[in-house]
């Protein structure tokens, strides 16, 4: 019986199950504790602490519901008054608005004295509300999404006041300090009432944020160590995907709480207000977590089918939240903790013979008798722990993820809408190609040398790989060049910071991906065969044939257009760009869901737009009038040619690129003598060398 089953067949025997689970680093910037909300010792403060409005009866009622019926809310509100009491006003209005009833404010007892000067320079007015559930709405989660509603209208209302917690479960306590002042600052903490069935602890000490009482965790629903790599790409698409997304528990409600991120929080809070989200929004807490932080299941053959297709499904909706993290959630009921694919932040755990785990970034945090110590394991890379207090069990990785993954018929929904690529027929038409004359004047003009044969396309064609060189660049900076330069040259690769390890592109390709899903993305917030209309495609790195499969492509749920993005020589360039963005309404008011931008017809009186600028323009326009869901965007240029390019279209919004000079360049090879090679499998080479190259520049980022 492996240890996973050991500590669900004691659990399980137990009439209830005491859970503590730790995320502590060393003392640095920002610590906090997330709880279940201690009536008993709100009970009694109550009556001592500073309460305003109705004190008499708002005793009287938290002495006796406090547990079911009143909610409490912790606040950092602004030192200034006058501020201060508009904000609680606001506050006390919108709850009244969302029908609910505000009972009075308690001011939370603090030791300043205990905190160094930086923090006590910026420390808010910390203070506790209390909210009465309606009588019409059911505890849990149903009056905690009464209490989300409330606290995003407020937060929109009110940009000086942040909301520590709302919840009629969890509460938290956090500030800037260090881990040994939590408990002294906070009076709360060090009361003998103040009894929880779980806690999650974190401490900051090495960040690259500046430190401030908001940004300290615990967040809402989860505390973070790590690094979300790709914050930019997943903050985008969140605000994106708000024109797709519905929700049967938000219906007439949804406008309130957009959008669901704030981009002024860390990347960490940014998960948290995902996760937030898709939970209140119908979503169960582990599902999200699943789906936001999937483990590695592309090249995983060891992985059940029900899984893959689970995955799978959902990797046509939602992108992966990737970089290294150990994850702690919790919602007062459940609490799990989730490590990332590649396994680069520990976490390790313990169960004792008094029904307690433990769960920590390091060994030792705790002094723990060897002798009471039942089960001592690791979370394991892209695993995930669950403990259902309620029920009062462990819950293994595989139970977890095998019962949301049968649920549905996931692999049939796949088969009867998922179109592969390699799938499409090849239409009775010839690929277009250029003469030697036409080539040679379109790689004059996409400014193609010497150097880009010799040491980037024919390396890569003949071997299949990039050639050898050493890390770094020694020529100067594109922007002191007195030669016109490709716009790729002005952007540097970015590299692992601070405590994030690179990947192993090569010994580690399990946790890697190439894959891409081209249409409108569906709605994750409802599961339905139609979601995964897409169109995959296993190498963004297209061929020409590929780029002539897909223009020609007849499949019900897809409608492709070509909007060329080569201009007349005299029209200013933001003139051209704008065209662009026009022509990219009529075409999603049409119906198109993938979008070809195509360079093809630079000749004597027209010039191209730079490929990554237009591709980064129309990103951030679809972005911003919330369409890139419902429209993927292939680049058809004969301008990229080396990896680098590549990669930073690809980071800019392209989700395919056909590099149709850069493919015909190589047949030219093959007919100078210069590659004795077949055409097609030197393209194939090629392609797979740009595909592997753009592995190896993301796995540098950790």
């Given at each position: 019986?492996?240890?996973?089953?050991?500590?669900?067949?004691?659990?399980?025997?137990?009439?209830?199950?005491?859970?503590?689970?730790?995320?502590?680093?060393?003392?640095?910037?920002?610590?906090?504790?997330?709880?279940?909300?201690?009536?008993?010792?709100?009970?009694?403060?109550?009556?001592?602490?500073?309460?305003?409005?109705?004190?008499?009866?708002?005793?009287?009622?938290?002495?006796?519901?406090?547990?079911?019926?009143?909610?409490?809310?912790?606040?950092?509100?602004?030192?200034?008054?006058?501020?201060?009491?508009?904000?609680?006003?606001?506050?006390?209005?919108?709850?009244?608005?969302?029908?609910?009833?505000?009972?009075?404010?308690?001011?939370?007892?603090?030791?300043?004295?205990?905190?160094?000067?930086?923090?006590?320079?910026?420390?808010?007015?910390?203070?506790?509300?209390?909210?009465?559930?309606?009588?019409?709405?059911?505890?849990?989660?149903?009056?905690?999404?009464?209490?989300?509603?409330?606290?995003?209208?407020?937060?929109?209302?009110?940009?000086?006041?942040?909301?520590?917690?709302?919840?009629?479960?969890?509460?938290?306590?956090?500030?800037?300090?260090?881990?040994?002042?939590?408990?002294?600052?906070?009076?709360?903490?060090?009361?003998?009432?103040?009894?929880?069935?779980?806690?999650?602890?974190?401490?900051?000490?090495?960040?690259?944020?500046?430190?401030?009482?908001?940004?300290?965790?615990?967040?809402?629903?989860?505390?973070?160590?790590?690094?979300?790599?790709?914050?930019?790409?997943?903050?985008?698409k969140m605000l994106a995907r708000e024109e797709n997304m519905e929700s049967e528990h938000l219906k007439g409600q949804l406008h309130k709480v957009l959008p669901a991120i704030s981009?002024?929080?860390?990347?960490?809070?940014?998960?948290?207000?995902?996760?937030?989200?898709?939970?209140?929004?119908?979503?169960?807490?582990?599902?999200?977590?699943?789906?936001?932080?999937?483990?590695?299941?592309?090249?995983?053959?060891?992985?059940?089918?029900?899984?893959?297709?689970?995955?799978?499904?959902?990797?046509?909706?939602?992108?992966?939240?990737?970089?290294?993290?150990?994850?702690?959630?919790?919602?007062?009921?459940?609490?799990?903790?989730?490590?990332?694919?590649?396994?680069?932040?520990?976490?390790?755990?313990?169960?004792?013979?008094?029904?307690?785990?433990?769960?920590?970034?390091?060994?030792?945090?705790?002094?723990?008798?060897?002798?009471?110590?039942?089960?001592?394991?690791?979370?394991?890379?892209?695993?995930?722990?669950?403990?259902?207090?309620?029920?009062?069990?462990?819950?293994?990785?595989?139970?977890?993820?095998?019962?949301?993954?049968?649920?549905?018929?996931?692999?049939?929904?796949?088969?009867?809408?998922?179109?592969?690529?390699?799938?499409?027929?090849?239409?009775?038409?010839?690929?277009?190609?250029?003469?030697?004359?036409?080539?040679?004047?379109?790689?004059?003009?996409?400014?193609?040398?010497?150097?880009?044969?010799?040491?980037?396309?024919?390396?890569?064609?003949?071997?299949?790989?990039?050639?050898?060189?050493?890390?770094?660049?020694?020529?100067?900076?594109?922007?002191?060049?007195?030669?016109?330069?490709?716009?790729?040259?002005?952007?540097?690769?970015?590299?692992?910071?601070?405590?994030?390890?690179?990947?192993?592109?090569?010994?580690?390709?399990?946790?890697?991906?190439?894959?891409?899903?081209?249409?409108?993305?569906?709605?994750?917030?409802?599961?339905?065969?139609?979601?995964?209309?897409?169109?995959?495609?296993?190498?963004?790195?297209?061929?020409?044939?590929?780029?002539?499969?897909?223009?020609?492509?007849?499949?019900?749920?897809?409608?492709?257009?070509?909007?060329?993005?080569?201009?007349?020589?005299?029209?200013?360039?933001?003139?051209?760009?704008?065209?662009?963005?026009?022509?990219?309404?009529?075409?999603?008011?049409?119906?198109?869901?993938?979008?070809?931008?195509?360079?093809?017809?630079?000749?004597?009186?027209?010039?191209?737009?730079?490929?990554?600028?237009?591709?980064?323009?129309?990103?951030?326009?679809?972005?911003?009038?919330?369409?890139?869901?419902?429209?993927?965007?292939?680049?058809?240029?004969?301008?990229?040619?080396?990896?680098?390019?590549?990669?930073?279209?690809?980071?800019?919004?392209?989700?395919?690129?056909?590099?149709?000079?850069?493919?015909?360049?190589?047949?030219?090879?093959?007919?100078?003598?210069?590659?004795?090679?077949?055409?097609?499998?030197?393209?194939?080479?090629?392609?797979?060398?740009?595909?592997?190259?753009?592995?190896?520049?993301?796995?540098?980022?950790?």
């Amino acid at each position: 019986m492996g240890p996973f089953q050991v500590i669900i067949f004691i659990v399980w025997a137990l009439s209830a199950l005491a859970l503590i689970a730790l995320v502590l680093m060393h003392s640095g910037k920002g610590t906090g504790v997330s709880d279940m909300i201690a009536s008993s010792l709100y009970n009694s403060s109550a009556a001592t602490g500073v309460m305003e409005r109705n004190l008499d009866r708002l005793t009287v009622i938290v002495a006796v519901v406090f547990a079911v019926c009143v909610v409490l809310c912790m606040f950092f509100f602004p030192q200034e008054e006058l501020r201060r009491n508009q904000a609680k006003k606001m506050f006390e209005i919108i709850v009244e608005k969302e029908g609910m009833e505000f009972l009075g404010w308690r001011e939370v007892p603090t030791f300043p004295n205990v905190l160094g000067h930086k923090a006590v320079e910026c420390m808010p007015y910390i203070m506790q509300g209390f909210v009465k559930k309606p009588a019409d709405v059911e505890k849990g989660l149903p009056f905690d999404r009464r209490l989300y509603i409330a606290r995003r209208v407020f937060e929109q209302s009110s940009d000086d006041t942040y909301v520590v917690s709302l919840s009629s479960r969890t509460i938290v306590y956090k500030g800037m300090f260090l881990v040994g002042q939590l408990r002294t600052f906070f009076a709360d903490l060090q009361s003998a009432d103040y009894e929880s069935a779980i806690a999650m602890v974190h401490s900051r000490f090495s960040t690259n944020t500046n430190p401030s009482w908001e940004r300290a965790h615990p967040n809402r629903l989860m505390v973070h160590n790590g690094e979300i790599n790709t914050i930019r790409g997943n903050a985008d698409k969140m605000l994106a995907r708000e024109e797709n997304m519905e929700s049967e528990h938000l219906k007439g409600q949804l406008h309130k709480v957009l959008p669901a991120i704030s981009k002024t929080g860390s990347d960490s809070a940014m998960l948290d207000n995902t996760l937030e989200f898709l939970v209140m929004s119908g979503m169960e807490l582990p599902l999200a977590v699943m789906i936001a932080i999937p483990e590695p299941w592309a090249n995983n053959k060891a992985m059940s089918q029900t899984k893959r297709d689970f995955y799978q499904y959902y990797a046509t909706m939602m992108e992966p939240w990737d970089g290294p993290a150990s994850i702690l959630f919790s919602d007062g009921d459940i609490m799990g903790a989730v490590l990332d694919r590649n396994g680069l932040r520990p976490s390790r755990y313990m169960i004792t013979d008094d029904d307690t785990l433990i769960l920590s970034s390091e060994v030792g945090v705790l002094p723990i008798d060897p002798t009471k110590i039942k089960v001592k394991e690791r979370l394991r890379p892209g695993k995930m722990l669950l403990v259902d207090t309620v029920q009062g069990r462990v819950i293994d990785d595989e139970e977890i993820k095998e019962k949301y993954a049968s649920r549905q018929p996931y692999g049939e929904w796949l088969d009867n809408n998922l179109v592969q690529l390699h799938d499409l027929k090849i239409p009775n038409k010839k690929v277009p190609v250029h003469t030697k004359e036409e080539r040679a004047r379109l790689q004059k003009a996409f400014g193609y040398t010497y150097e880009d044969f010799k040491t980037s396309i024919l390396p890569m064609a003949l071997n299949g790989s990039e050639q050898i060189g050493a890390m770094g660049i020694d020529t100067p900076l594109a922007v002191l060049s007195n030669n016109h330069q490709p716009l790729f040259n002005y952007f540097k690769q970015l590299f692992a910071q601070v405590t994030n390890p690179p990947i192993d592109s090569i010994r580690e390709k399990v946790v890697t991906s190439t894959t891409v899903y081209l249409g409108s993305d569906g709605n994750v917030l409802e599961e339905k065969p139609e979601n995964c209309k897409q169109l995959r495609i296993n190498n963004p790195i297209l061929t020409n044939t590929d780029i002539l499969k897909i223009k020609n492509m007849k499949v019900d749920g897809f409608k492709v257009e070509t909007i060329p993005i080569i201009y007349y020589k005299n029209t200013s360039l933001e003139k051209a760009i704008d065209h662009l963005y026009v022509e990219a309404d009529r075409a999603h008011r049409e119906g198109a869901n993938i979008i070809i931008l195509s360079d093809r017809g630079v000749d004597e009186n027209h010039v191209a737009i730079p490929s990554l600028l237009a591709v980064s323009a129309l990103q951030q326009y679809l972005v911003q009038t919330k369409k890139r869901t419902s429209m993927a965007v292939i680049l058809e240029s004969g301008e990229p040619r080396d990896v680098h390019h590549f990669a930073t279209l690809l980071g800019f919004g392209a989700s395919a690129i056909n590099p149709y000079l850069a493919q015909e360049s190589i047949q030219e090879l093959i007919d100078l003598n210069m590659l004795d090679k077949d055409y097609y499998a030197a393209v194939d080479d090629y392609n797979n060398a740009i595909i592997n190259g753009i592995v190896k520049i993301a796995a540098k980022m950790g």
